[in-house]
């Protein structure tokens, strides 16, 4: 191979990347993953707190559910939904029950069972693991944008983006699934492919975080709608394996029963 | 005396603190209830997100049933004396539980009478 053909050979292989995405998720501006070392090691200033550690819903401060408000107006499709949950809970059925039927949990729900979400603060990013199901979560925090829609894979967890804003930390989540995914199951408001959740994290003192939720969905409602959660640090619960399995329904006479049941 | 002392208390327990451990949803289920049956163990499983006891039960027609009860996980039983040895296939036992509203077989967990008359419970 001569020397030309080589740099032509370059120049299509250059060509060709720019063209085409490299990678399902959002790269940093170096093309670099979260845990390439040039990417972790990078010099940044400090960060504002730390919230690597386990941390439980606090049931005293707010409930688990991220009910919207009653003003909330829904779309067609959100009143849909609405409707039809609000005639299951008359009945005492659960409409849609998928996170009961093994479904992924995903975001903002996940951030709020009973279960522990363990955090781990990186340079660079968050991980956030809810022990219910080891569902995952990673805020990336290393300056990439989102990733473009057309290409990401859509998740139930989404895909988080964060930066450090004064004292809080404010992480903007989009790229969901559109099914099977719920923001409030019992008022059966969905979670589209539409929805979009900002949240800014900040510290109450050092054994309690304070989340503020933003949703913004236009295929179900109008506009947007805060909740406002807090987080106590569990200081006695290490991560276990915790997995939605196929045989565990077949024991669980509350999901095993069609009839308790609204399903698609 | 002493078992209903303590499966009073065990229940109270249960009522003061939702069933937010679960995977799933509790619709169906009478909270304010509570129903007790003896029977043989045919499995108990020790396990996350849930544990739980299939029970063989002859019901007042003399016709055999199997009841399941949903438990909590484990970081939760053993807080309430239970191991994983603590039910065997075979063993005699009454479980104390919260009812379905219709009534069918099965419950959530709340006490077991262990063949040795000790309770366990959570």
Known sequence: ?264 | MEISRKSGVLALLLLASPLAFSHHSAAGIDQKGSVTVTGTVKEFQWGNPHSWIELDVVNAKGEAEVWNFEMNPPVYLVKGGFTRSSLKPGDKVAVTAKPFIDKRPGGIFVSVVLPDGKVLGK
């Open chain 1, 1 to 264: 191979m001569t020397i030309n053909q080589s740099m032509m050979r370059l120049l299509c292989l250059l060509g060709l990347a720019l063209a085409v995405p490299s990678a399902v998720t959002a790269q940093n501006q170096d093309g670099l993953s979260l845990l390439a070392p040039a990417n972790l090691n990078k010099t940044r200033p400090p960060a504002p707190f730390n919230l690597t550690g386990a941390w439980s819903w606090d049931a005293k401060f707010a409930g688990a559910n991220f009910d919207p408000p009653d003003s909330l107006v829904l779309t067609t499709y959100g009143q849909k939904h609405y409707e039809a949950a609000k005639k299951a809970a008359a009945e005492g059925k659960v409409y849609r029950n998928d996170i009961g039927l093994c479904w992924p949990i995903g975001m903002p729900i996940m951030m709020l069972r009973a279960w522990p979400v363990h955090m781990i603060q990186m340079p660079n990013s968050i991980y956030m693991v809810q022990e219910l199901m080891n569902e995952i979560r990673v805020i990336f925090m290393d300056g990439r944008a989102h990733t473009d829609p057309d290409v990401a894979v859509p998740s139930w967890a989404g895909e988080s983006i964060g930066h450090w804003e004064g004292g809080s930390l404010v992480i903007d989540t989009t790229n969901f699934v559109d099914e099977r995914h719920w923001v409030s199951e019992r008022r059966g408001l969905p979670g589209s492919d539409q929805l979009h959740i900002i949240e800014r994290i900040k510290m109450v003192d050092n054994d309690t975080l304070q989340d503020e939720f933003t949703f913004e969905d236009p295929k179900v409602y109008v506009g947007s709608f805060k909740v406002t959660k807090q987080m106590k640090r569990t200081n006695d619960r290490d991560l276990q394996e915790v997995r939605c399995l196929p045989n565990l329904n077949d024991h669980m006479p509350t999901t095993q029963a069609d009839d308790f049941n609204v399903r698609q």
